[in-house]
């Protein structure tokens, strides 16, 4: 299947309005790059990640009371 200009803005716009409640004014101000930088979800920080031990710790914390 070819998909084109159109097909793609669609596409981007309708996830740019579901998710990040952009007008359409709003998306076509913007660069390609922002609007794929708005639409990539982060990564966590490492600091707010539980470790296998903490998890691990915490299971047993819950089991035993």
């Not at 793609?8 to 996830?15: D, E, K, N, T, V």
């Not at 579901?18 to 990539?40: K, N, Q, R, Y």
């Amino acid at each position: 299947m070819t998909s084109n200009f159109a097909d793609s803005a669609a596409h981007l716009f309708g996830a740019a309005a579901l998710h990040l409640g952009w007008s359409a004014d709003v998306f076509w101000a913007c660069t390609p790059s922002e609007i794929m930088a708005a639409l990539t979800p982060r990564a966590e920080p490492a600091a707010s990640r539980l470790s296998r031990d903490q998890l691990q710790t915490m299971m047993e914390r819950e089991r035993n009371g």
